[in-house]
């Protein structure tokens, strides 16, 4: 029902990423698992675990929070496509 991996790595830091829950099973806390356990198995190779979360994405960020992240900074994502 819900799933996160591991994307940027810059020195000291590993960024966990494609946290996502499936639609009809938001809500209910499901991505404290697979995100929980990746940050502790960052933190215990020695390397500090960090996410990003839209600011629009309103349910996710208690959960994340309350496994110890903290907001720090807006930052602004945008995609692009080649032609």
Known sequence: MAVAGERLG???WTEI???CT???A???GHSRRPI???AALITARGERP???VAESN???RPLQEGLGFESRKPVTFRGFRTP
């Open 10 to 12: 810059p020195p000291g």
């Open 22 to 24: 499936a639609p009809g």
């Open 17 to 19: 990423s494609a946290g």
């Open 26 to 28: 938001r809500g209910r």
């Open 58 to 60: 309103t349910g996710a």
């Open 36 to 38: 929980g356990a990746l």
């Open 50 to 52: 960090f996410l990003h």
